[in-house]
């Protein structure tokens, strides 16, 4: 298997919808999920046929978007320094914490010694260990008030408003698409240039607009992880389904 890696920049508002208890509220993500990049980009080539209501009958389509054959990731913002080199940030661990006396002293509780007695408290949000340094990098977003419409007139309802959180415009997101080599070399062909898209919920309001590019010229290898030591940590960056010896889910430690 080999990757692609891709770049979302938002030139609007994107709104990732996310579930709350609030039913006055529509919250995001900050992050764009795969499922989102897989549900644009199907649509995108479905467009770029002209395919309507035929695309499983395409049998590209069929294998990349109905039967699996490319795996979208989930797109989590970059870093950009002053010479635009680009670092990737990934969901911090829960494992890793910063003690309570000094902020700027980093522990990951999974490779910490057994006497060790520090209070800690967790570091959440996107960031990336470099060395035994943390850098953390924030997902701007903002808070838009609308008025609630009544649907079978469209008009706004009198003193009906609700919330739409949204991921600022002008944020780098980057996320990666696996397949096989023919397929991500066809890939680039059909999606390779910059283009306009429409991602995530209220598209045809002003919310969604981004571009897209693919940044990889030619499909690349995965590299292997080197280990350097006998420890492993594993981050899980999406939900996960485990299966036990019987096939069924399990959700209890392996």
């Not at 240039?193 to 598209?203: H, L, Q, V």
């Amino acid at each position: 298997m080999q990757k692609l890696t891709y770049r979302i920049t938002t030139h609007s508002p994107v709104l990732i919808a996310e579930s709350t208890g609030d039913t006055n509220m529509v919250a995001s993500a900050d992050y764009i999920s795969g499922s989102a990049v897989y549900g644009c980009l199907a649509n995108s080539y479905i467009r770029k046929h002209s395919l309507g209501n035929t695309a499983h009958t395409d049998d590209t389509f069929r294998k990349w978007f109905l039967r699996g054959a490319l795996c979208f990731s989930n797109c989590y913002i970059v870093s950009v320094d002053k010479y635009d080199n680009v670092s990737w940030n990934y969901p911090l661990p829960l494992s890793v914490q910063k003690e309570k006396d000094d902020e700027t002293v980093i522990h990951n509780l999974f490779f910490v010694d057994d006497d060790f007695d520090q209070q800690t408290s967790s570091v959440s949000g996107f960031g990336r260990m470099q060395g035994d340094s943390l850098y953390q990098q924030i997902v701007k977003k903002s808070l838009n008030f609308h008025h609630q419409r009544d649907k079978e007139t469209g008009v706004a309802k009198d003193g009906m408003i609700f919330n739409y959180e949204s991921i600022d415009t002008g944020q780098i997101f980057e996320g990666s698409i696996y397949g096989n080599n023919d397929d991500l070399q066809k890939f680039i062909s059909i999606f390779g240039n910059e283009d306009t898209i429409y991602i995530g919920r209220s598209k045809n309001a002003q919310y969604g607009m981004a571009r897209l590019m693919i940044v990889s010229e030619k499909p690349e290898e995965i590299q292997a992880m080197a280990l350097r030591s006998g420890k492993v940590s594993l981050t899980l960056l999406s939900n996960a389904v485990i299966y036990n010896e019987n096939g069924f889910s399990r959700s209890e430690e392996h």
